[in-house]
């Protein structure tokens, strides 16, 4: 039912010291929208079995829907978390033809719900579960609210991907909003200008809102509360999947040290064919496999999807495709079927065998 990748170091440390979540000091979280109901069950036992009671320091960094994710499992209670985010979000019903401006409203509905009374605070005061959500601040007509400017900001984003990813960064700048004790340091071979932005009581609905607020379908967020005025939109557009090197700053009197970061990266996935960022969804561009030696990618398995209705997972084009009813109901089927993936998972480490672990292949 569940397949699972590593890169070269990690297959090894995991054969040397076995499959334990001291060895994970990061986790990261993808985009993706309602695709992440794959992975509903792993997360479920993740953080309420295996980094329960957790007493040393896990990053979570995620962009739009990892994001979101990430919120959950910082709070106190992770797994009550993921259920209102997971019980919310399938249930969610627009108009037939739905605005950037209403589903904004629903956005913001869903997160107020997803943090419910206490959760911001928990997050900010939560100092070993750290949260970290991933904005992209857009320059230029890709800023612009206005349909056809966007239009075109985003047709020039598409030619300068094609022609070299690291061109996004005229039009994108990473923001990374941040648990307040975070040590937490982003690279790339694209040098994206990246600002490390504390996540407060004033600026946390919106910074998670921006990484999950898609170009045309939803409105970008301006000028969030203790950051640069700006439009802020989806993390994704520039790590979408991710193509990262995690380091840990250390900071002197004098100067930042940064060094990578020794620990593993957990990375539950709904595919084994990770793309860089946003406009790379439909190339042949992969990321770098330096960038996944340290990582151990958990994948729902090719007979797992097929088991599902329709022979598929979710995604956004299920709220064109099927009437609400049609598709509450197969997204619920969707949610209770991946338990199966947390017990093929709980079934590894009680065995602990590894020889069906897969190196990626790129």
């Known amino acids: 039912m569940l397949d699972i990748y590593a890169g070269e170091n990690a297959l090894k440390t995991i054969q040397q010291h076995g499959f334990k979540q001291e060895l994970f000091t990061n986790f990261l979280g993808a985009s993706g929208g309602p695709k992440w109901f794959t992975l509903f069950g792993l997360d479920k036992y993740l953080f309420g079995e295996f980094f329960n009671n957790r007493t040393t320091e896990l990053n979570l960094i995620g962009s739009s829907a990892g994001a979101f994710r990430a919120a959950c499992f910082a709070q106190n209670n992770p797994v009550a978390a993921i259920k209102r985010l997971a019980d919310c979000y399938s249930h969610t019903i627009y108009s037939d033809k739905p605005t950037p401006a209403e589903i904004t409203v629903k956005a913001r509905e869903l997160l107020a719900y997803v943090y419910g009374e206490h959760g911001c605070q928990e997050i900010i005061d939560n100092n070993i579960i750290k949260a970290h959500f991933i904005v992209a601040k857009s320059k230029g007509l890709v800023a612009s609210e206005h349909k056809l400017s966007q239009l075109l900001g985003l047709l020039s984003s598409y030619t300068l991907n094609r022609f070299d990813r690291k061109y996004l960064k005229y039009q994108y700048q990473r923001i990374v909003y941040h648990a307040p004790a975070s040590n937490i340091k982003i690279s790339d071979q694209y040098q994206f200008d990246t600002q490390y932005l504390p996540l407060t009581n004033n600026n946390i609905h919106d910074a998670l809102l921006a990484s999950g607020s898609i170009p045309l379908v939803m409105q970008g967020i301006k000028d969030i509360a203790d950051s640069p005025k700006g439009m802020y939109r989806d993390g994704g557009i520039i790590d979408y999947h991710f193509d990262i090197a995690l380091e840990e700053k250390h900071e002197g009197c004098q100067q930042n040290i940064s060094k990578k970061t020794q620990g ?15 406009f ?12 996944y030696d340290n990582i151990v990618m958990l994948v729902p398995s090719a007979k797992f999807v097929q088991s599902l209705p329709y022979q598929k997972i979710p995604d956004r084009k299920d709220f064109e495709n ?21 017990t093929s998972f709980a079934d590894l480490l009680a065995k602990q065998n590894f020889s069906q672990i897969m190196a990626f292949e790129f």
């Not at 099927?322 to 947390?342: C, G, H, M, N, P």
């Open 280 to 291: 790379d969804k439909n190339s042949k561009r992969t990321p770098q496999a330096k960038h």
């Open 322 to 342: 099927f009437d609400a009813a049609t598709r509450i109901k197969y997204w619920q089927t969707v949610l209770s079927e991946t338990d199966r993936l947390a």
């Open 264 to 278: 593993l990266t957990l990375y539950p996935h709904f595919n084994s064919n990770p793309k860089p960022g946003w």
